[in-house]
């Protein structure tokens, strides 16, 4: 099979409407929804400048970036401490857990659809280090494997998350169909435009000097000298 019928079917699992897909959450949209917090073209417009694209580009867009570094290196614990930070970084527990269950579907189902790829590395080092492997890994490594450029991986990243938000709120919302997609396609601008402001040597959220988190991973297996000593250069240093 070649690379572009590979890539072709991957691009099937980024449907929106797609909901036994991997993008089937919302990112937390559905229930402020539900509860009444998101209304008005305006609610939606905040929650996506305001909540959901700083996760998104600075977290999850970042550990994308890093789980292509680590791949590069066949570096697996590598890829076990990304998710497992992106586990501690995402509140309230629906969104923790949320990702971690649709990363388990977009295996379920890349394998189904790529059975030429091999995830046992990926599946190994989640059972050896303790951790799920979320979407936003799944996802980096899927397009690893096919030869997805990064930033192409990234960008695909971003825009599902964000038609998947504007399903649930055609669905859920009683809006103007002319006013969503004006906001559809004004937040898609800006999207594009929060991305390109960022700078990927900033590793800053998931770089080994940051790692304050160690005692919320007590069980992770941290270098024995701990998180002083992983500010020395050394090859997880370059994310």
């Known amino acids: 099979m070649n690379r572009g019928n590979k890539l072709l079917d991957y691009v099937k699992l980024l449907d929106s409407s797609l ?11 559905k229930s402020k929804i539900e509860r009444g917090m998101v209304c008005t073209t305006q609610d939606l417009d905040t929650f996506m400048r305001h909540e959901l694209y700083p996760n998104l580009i600075r ?3 970042l550990a994308i970036k890093g789980t292509y570094s680590a791949a590069a290196k066949q570096d697996y614990r590598r890829i076990a401490l990304i998710d497992k930070t992106l586990h501690v970084q995402h509140s309230p527990a629906e969104q ?8 388990k579907r977009l295996i379920k189902l890349a394998k189904a659809l790529h059975p030429w790829m091999d995830f046992s ?8 280090y303790g951790t799920v492997i979320s979407l ?6 899927i397009n690893y494997e096919i030869g997805v450029p990064l930033l192409n991986a990234v960008s695909s990243y971003l825009h599902a998350a964000k038609n998947v938000c504007f399903l649930h709120a055609r669905q859920l919302l009683s809006l103007k169909p002319n006013e969503l997609e004006q906001l559809y396609r004004t937040l898609g601008e800006h999207l594009d435009q929060e991305w390109n402001k960022i700078d990927l040597s900033d590793t800053s959220v998931f770089h080994p000097s940051r790692f304050t988190i160690q005692p919320f991973l007590p069980n992770f297996p941290f270098p024995e000298e701990g998180t002083k000593a992983s500010r020395t250069p050394s090859k997880l240093s370059s994310y």
């Not at 909901?19 to 949209?29: D, I, P, T």
């Not at 923790?96 to 990363?103: H, I, K, V």
């Open 19 to 29: 909901q036994v897909g991997g993008f089937s959450h919302s990112f937390g949209l």
């Open 59 to 61: 977290i999850e867009g």
């Open 96 to 103: 923790r857990n949320s990702p971690r269950a649709s990363g």
């Open 121 to 128: 590395p990926l599946e190994t080092a989640a059972e050896q």
């Open 136 to 141: 936003p890994v799944v996802h980096a490594w």
